[in-house]
């Protein structure tokens, strides 16, 4: 069945493949906030990840907008680039969904909503000041993901104090890793030389299986089986970003490191029994759905 050339157009905009992973978010939060001994409304979760994916397909929109005459040359298909999509169009469903997922945070509790602002703050800051400086620009991409996790953390009632320096830890983890595959995309159209960066998300991801083990407890065999997946995933795009790999060859394994966030959160949903094993379980049924995605759609 054929997609309809608009709908494909708003599709192909919005990333498909790098939506899939955004849910598993705030979900793997909630699951650290429970393995923290929180005991609050899976609901309240649901709700918070859809905030999360809302402003995360806000934040994608707003990027292309923001490299209309980049992708001209570049990328030149992307829907606002080649007049798909009025520039205009976009950026107003953007600002709508923004304010949509800004009620919808408020309406879960305060803390939440001021998170999801904070949230919108961050990814402005990204998209229309730091996007050009890769360092602190790819920093900023990793704190977007890291305030997306603590959505789920506080829509459940996590409170600062309750293994704050585990959490902390753990979002850190998932800050420098986003942030290393950022660094690394940040070239993507060009060859160059990556150098050692490209180890950068495998050691993030060992570093979070350290860090998650006091809040694990016995289930830590559970967190070790996605973990160590991870890790054999990301070694071997590692080893194939070796010198200076294809344009080509970067953007494919930039899709691969983003869906494999959905690993790094099933390890995080495995520390905990039975709730996060059972988010885990429904967040790895989205991995085939993203490897069939990323052969229709732009993920980088």
């Avoid at 920093?139 to 104090?161: D, E, N, P, Q, T």
């Avoid at 959490?167 to 850190?172: K, Q, R, T």
């Avoid at 070239?187 to 299986?209: C, D, H, M, Q, S």
């Amino acid at each position: 069945m054929q997609i309809p050339k608009n709908t494909h157009n708003w599709l192909q905009l919005i990333r498909p493949p790098n939506l899939i992973t955004v849910p598993g978010d705030p979900l793997a939060g909630t699951v650290l906030a429970f393995a923290a001994g929180v005991q609050g409304n899976l609901l309240a979760a649901i709700a918070a990840a859809i905030v999360a994916l809302l402003l995360y397909i806000s934040g994608l929109i707003m990027n292309d907008y923001v490299d209309i005459e980049e992708d001209k040359i570049d990328r030149p298909d992307r829907p606002l680039s080649s007049g798909s999509i009025s520039p205009l169009m976009a950026v107003t469903v953007a600002i709508a969904i923004s304010l949509i997922a800004v009620a919808i945070s408020f309406i879960i509790n305060p803390v939440t909503g001021i998170t999801a602002i904070l949230l919108i703050i961050t990814i402005a800051l990204y998209n229309f000041v730091l996007k050009s400086y890769i360092l602190v620009g790819s920093v900023i991409m990793g704190v977007c993901r890291g305030l997306s996790f603590l959505l789920g953390a506080f829509a459940v009632g996590y409170k600062i104090g309750i293994h704050s320096f585990t959490i902390i830890l753990a979002v850190s983890a998932i800050i420098l890793y986003i942030a290393s595959v950022t660094t690394i995309a940040a070239n993507e159209t060009e060859e160059v030389y990556i150098g050692i960066k490209r180890w950068v998300p495998t050691a993030a991801i060992f570093f979070l299986l350290l860090i998650i083990n006091p809040l694990a407890g016995n289930f830590i065999w559970l967190a070790l089986l996605p973990g160590i997946a991870a890790i054999i995933i990301s070694v071997i795009i590692a080893k194939q970003l070796a010198g200076e790999p294809a344009p080509e060859l970067v953007q494919k394994s930039i899709g691969l490191y983003i869906r494999l966030l959905l690993l790094i959160q099933v390890l995080i949903c495995f520390i905990q029994f039975p709730i996060g094993l059972a988010i885990g379980s429904m967040l790895l049924l989205f991995w085939p759905l993203g490897t069939k995605l990323a052969k229709q759609f732009y993920a980088s």
